[in-house]
């Protein structure tokens, strides 16, 4: 049986609706992703560039003794940097959401203020900031934390360290939104109960902004695992990433092929986040229809 008239107009007004977007996606990210897989089976050209027939030694040249090492710096190091960042934005967004109005908006606009610099010269201060003559290094050695022969700059501590700087603003503003719309009468009633503050915090007001604290890892992770710039400035090389191979292979090298068999593999690492997470959203969306 067809649908009746008034279904097939708001059928058609919501594929009119979202038509625009989905043409967006399609022609911006689903096509280019595409065209980035059909190139890492093409060969090298002569000259660099894109070669004019299809082979597999482009993605068997992945097995370079190399990439393993720089694939699993990359994965380890997007992690814990995941994890510092959400150490310090946890309690920053509870403690937002705590205070009172005009408290929060200052705190939010400190926040934000770090989008208003370019990410380029933020990585130059902490240059500065890290520089072995820099008033930092001055400041520890004459405290006797470090030793005088000690690099803050170019290893991977220092890239951490930027990394975390430069996502803090990211994964605080998703927490915050899901811990102020939290109930935290329920906190209050756990204490009133007997629970200690802390354990009210890990397993009254944690569980409760799960959804802010699964978009503030997405918004992180993601990010960190193809980021380059960072480590490129910050990071010797110990420190190079993923995304640091694929420039220099684009870029240096002109083997478009080989750096788009690279961004297939970082593609599928990104991938297994967003699975979970797809997975994590269906099964609460489930659970809550089935109640």
Not at 35 to 47: L, P, V
Not at 98 to 115: A, E, G, H, M, Y
Not at 215 to 228: Q, R, T
Request: aromatic share 14%; net charge positive.
């Amino acid at each position: 049986m067809k649908p009746s008239t008034p279904l097939r107009k708001r059928i058609f007004g919501e594929y009119a609706i979202t038509a625009p977007s989905m043409a967006w996606l399609f022609f911006f990210f689903v096509l280019p992703t595409l065209i980035i897989f059909a190139i890492a089976f093409r060969s090298k050209g002569a000259f660099g560039g894109i070669g004019d027939t299809w082979t597999l030694n482009t993605m068997a040249e992945l097995r370079n003794p190399d990439y393993p090492a720089i694939i699993w710096r990359t994965i380890w190091m997007s992690f814990i940097c995941t994890l510092a960042t959400l150490a310090i934005s946890i309690p920053v967004a509870y403690y937002i959401a705590r205070v009172s109005q005009w408290k929060r908006d200052i705190l939010l606009l400190l926040t934000i203020i770090p989008f208003w610099t370019n990410l380029l010269i933020r990585i130059f201060a902490w240059k500065l900031v890290l520089h072995p003559q820099g008033m930092l290094k001055s400041l520890l050695v004459s405290l006797h934390l470090i030793e005088p022969s000690a690099q803050l700059l170019y290893n991977p501590v220092a890239v951490l360290v930027v990394m975390v700087y430069t996502e803090l603003p990211f994964a605080i503003l998703p927490i915050y939104a899901a811990a102020e719309k939290f109930d935290f009468s329920l906190f209050e009633a756990a204490m009133d109960l007997g629970a200690g503050r802390l354990y009210a915090f890990f397993h009254v007001f944690l569980p409760g902004i799960k959804e802010g604290l699964t978009s503030a890892c997405l918004m992180i992770l993601i990010p960190l695992i193809g980021s380059y710039v960072i480590p490129d400035l910050i990071g010797g090389k110990d420190s190079q990433m993923i995304g640091n191979v694929i420039v220099r292979l684009a870029l240096e090298q002109r083997n478009l092929p080989a750096a788009a068999a690279m961004s297939t593999v970082m593609f599928l690492i990104m991938s297994i986040p967003l699975l979970y997470y797809l997975k994590y959203t269906t099964a609460a969306h489930a659970k809550e229809v089935s109640k």
